[in-house]
């Protein structure tokens, strides 16, 4: 094929594109004309559903709490404390940007976190009860359990533990935390967010009760805190435990030394023969070995039990969430206006495609 049959080929098929869109916009216009008062009134129907759906939609309330976590608890160790705190593998820090942050990310969306939170006692409508007893009334799950030989007997005792519940309420307690994250982390209900140049974390619950809201936000919250500290505080307490062990152990031998020096020393009765000599040399050696020994376990267990005071971590919050929380509401405007073209392209094209066809 030369040159000039490719060109005609092209242009052939640009003439043929052009005349099928020609044709096409032709066959739309026909259309619009034709069915003008049917789309019209469609688009009418439309931004009608699209208001009375805003109209009668639950207003939400976002409970934004936003807060800071300090990367070096340790308040400015000296480099023989910082030292002494990764021999021992204390691990004071928390890590306050990058991985410290991701970490808190994937507590909040974690079941134990969630489940904990909702096994908290709060006020919600001026009812003090189990957050998870406020959501299942909320949701109405007690209605749709009625039918469950297990679920519809459910009960939540008051300071019961995440980890002490039975089957019925591991059961319940899935589908609720199910509702609040949703499928890997990706309700609306419960967002979390941080920012790495700050380093501030934001932590939000968006619920129809603004109540339970804020009280489900706090709760999630104080779990976060309070695990961070318990393990922060495990291996500089585990560290504290054995040393203290140690040092009592070196204390019962100093002091049996130092009873045996001085039982010789009562017996020789001022007579030292050189046989007492080389003996109360070896105690006396005895002595200061174990003196010395005592005196480093006991300033590195100083040490330690410092750590394990200025280990805790540091969370500071900048903003939290009260009462009154402004709702977000669906705008009518945008809903009505929505609805009105939606249902007139559906319609439109319903029309063009029914012409086609016939």
Same mark, same amino acid.
């Not at 006020?123 to 359990?145: F, P, R, S, T």
């Not at 104080?222 to 961070?228: A, G, H, K, S």
């Not at 019962?252 to 020789?268: H, I, M, V, Y």
């Given at each position: 094929?030369?040159?000039?049959?490719?060109?005609?080929?092209?242009?052939?098929?640009?003439?043929?594109?052009?005349?099928?869109?020609?044709? =096409? %916009?032709? /066959?739309?216009?026909?259309?619009?004309?034709?069915?003008?008062? #049917? *789309?019209? $009134?469609?688009?009418? @129907? &439309?931004?009608?559903?699209?208001?009375?759906?805003?109209?009668?939609?639950?207003?939400?309330?976002?409970?934004?709490?936003?807060?800071?976590?300090?990367?070096?608890?340790?308040?400015?160790?000296?480099?023989?404390?910082?030292?002494?705190?990764?021999?021992?593998?204390?691990?004071?820090?928390?890590?306050?940007?990058?991985?410290?942050?991701?970490?808190?990310?994937?507590?909040?969306?974690?079941?134990?976190?969630?489940?904990?939170?909702?096994?908290?006692?709060?006020?919600?409508?001026?009812?003090?009860?189990?957050?998870?007893?406020?959501?299942?009334?909320?949701?109405?799950?007690?209605?749709?359990?009625?039918?469950?030989?297990?679920?519809?007997?459910?009960?939540?005792?008051?300071? =019961? %533990?995440? /980890?002490?519940?039975?089957?019925?309420?591991?059961?319940?307690? #899935? *589908?609720? $935390?199910?509702?609040? @994250? &949703?499928?890997?982390?990706?309700?609306?209900?419960?967002?979390?967010?941080?920012?790495?140049?700050?380093?501030?974390?934001?932590?939000?619950?968006?619920?129809?009760?603004?109540?339970?809201?804020?009280?489900?936000?706090?709760?999630?919250?104080?779990?976060?805190?309070?695990?961070?500290?318990?393990?922060?505080?495990?291996?500089?307490?585990?560290?504290?435990?054995?040393?203290?062990?140690?040092?009592?152990?070196?204390?019962?031998?100093?002091?049996?030394?130092?009873?045996?020096?001085?039982?010789?020393?009562?017996?020789?009765?001022?007579?030292?023969?050189?046989?007492?000599?080389?003996?109360?040399?070896?105690?006396?050696?005895?002595?200061?070995?174990?003196?010395?020994?005592?005196?480093?376990?006991?300033?590195?267990?100083?040490?330690?039990?410092?750590?394990?005071?200025?280990?805790?971590?540091?969370?500071? @919050?900048?903003?939290?969430?009260?009462?009154?929380?402004?709702?977000?509401?669906?705008?009518?405007?945008?809903?009505?206006?929505?609805?009105?073209?939606?249902?007139?392209?559906?319609?439109?094209?319903?029309?063009?495609?029914?012409?086609?066809?016939?």
């Amino acid at each position: 094929m030369n040159t000039n049959d490719i060109q005609q080929s092209f242009q052939e098929e640009e003439e043929f594109g052009i005349k099928d869109l020609i044709r =096409i %916009l032709k /066959t739309w216009k026909e259309v619009f004309i034709k069915n003008i008062f #049917k *789309i019209l $009134i469609a688009g009418i @129907i &439309g931004g009608a559903i699209g208001f009375a759906y805003a109209y009668h939609s639950v207003p939400v309330y976002n409970a934004q709490l936003k807060f800071v976590m300090r990367s070096d608890p340790g308040g400015g160790l000296s480099s023989g404390l910082a030292g002494l705190s990764s021999i021992l593998g204390s691990g004071t820090g928390v890590g306050g940007t990058g991985s410290g942050l991701e970490r808190v990310i994937e507590l909040i969306g974690s079941d134990r976190i969630i489940g904990n939170a909702i096994l908290k006692e709060a006020e919600v409508n001026g009812k003090n009860d189990l957050l998870v007893k406020h959501y299942i009334d909320q949701q109405g799950y007690k209605k749709q359990w009625e039918k469950d030989s297990l679920l519809n007997k459910v009960q939540f005792p008051s300071s =019961i %533990l995440f /980890t002490d519940l039975n089957f019925t309420q591991r059961k319940a307690i #899935k *589908i609720v $935390i199910g509702s609040l @994250i &949703g499928k890997d982390n990706t309700s609306k209900l419960i967002a979390k967010s941080f920012d790495k140049k700050s380093g501030v974390v934001t932590l939000a619950v968006t619920y129809k009760n603004e109540d339970f809201a804020i009280q489900l936000t706090n709760s999630i919250y104080q779990e976060v805190i309070e695990f961070y500290s318990d393990q922060s505080l495990a291996a500089t307490s585990n560290n504290v435990q054995v040393l203290t062990k140690k040092a009592d152990s070196i204390r019962r031998e100093l002091d049996a030394t130092r009873r045996e020096f001085a039982k010789n020393s009562d017996q020789a009765l001022g007579l030292l023969l050189q046989e007492d000599k080389v003996e109360n040399k070896s105690l006396s050696f005895k002595e200061n070995m174990l003196s010395l020994m005592y005196a480093e376990v006991q300033k590195n267990l100083e040490t330690l039990k410092y750590l394990e005071a200025s280990s805790m971590p540091s969370f500071s @919050i900048i903003d939290q969430p009260y009462s009154p929380i402004r709702p977000d509401k669906k705008s009518k405007i945008k809903f009505s206006i929505g609805g009105f073209f939606a249902l007139i392209l559906f319609y439109f094209f319903f029309s063009w495609f029914k012409q086609q066809l016939k």
